[in-house]
């Protein structure tokens, strides 16, 4: 059974940084898109950041870019979101969802809309607060 679960969460100071973990279990797919979501209260979710393992490109949202890194540790079989200069608007929860295509492909398999993801974690929430 596939599984995605988030962990890293919790309070912090504007200006702090934080790592989120995502450690997906039961794939067999070696070409798959994981993306971190959030979510705040009354909002939409919001894609923040993808990494493709098709070939390796990764995707920033223009509200994180140059604040947040995303990268996948193979040894660990996990992916990260490295958090840096929080901001109280980056308040959420934050989800780990992962994408599978069809076909085995060496495109870039981040940019698909947010219903093609199958797979979701159960969250990890995020307050950024003085």
């Known amino acids: 059974q596939l599984q995605l679960v988030e962990s890293g969460g919790g309070l912090v100071q504007p200006g702090g940084s934080l790592r989120l973990s995502c450690v997906p279990s039961?794939?067999?797919?070696?070409?798959?898109?994981i993306a971190w979501v959030r979510q705040a209260p009354g909002n939409e979710r919001e894609e923040v950041s993808c990494f493709s393992s098709s070939d390796g490109s990764t995707t920033y949202a223009d509200s994180v870019k140059g604040r947040f890194t995303i990268s996948r540790d193979n040894a660990k079989n996990t992916v990260y979101l490295q958090m840096n200069s929080l901001k109280p608007e980056d308040t959420a929860v934050y989800y780990c969802?992962?994408?599978?295509?069809?076909?085995?492909?060496?495109?870039?398999?981040?940019?698909?809309?947010?219903?093609?993801?199958?797979?979701w974690g159960q969250g990890t929430q995020v307050t950024v607060s003085s």
């Open positions: 969802a992962a994408y599978f295509p069809m076909e085995h492909t060496v495109q870039p398999l981040c940019g698909k809309p947010l219903y093609n993801y199958d797979y």
């Open positions: 039961g794939f067999t797919s070696t070409y798959y898109a």
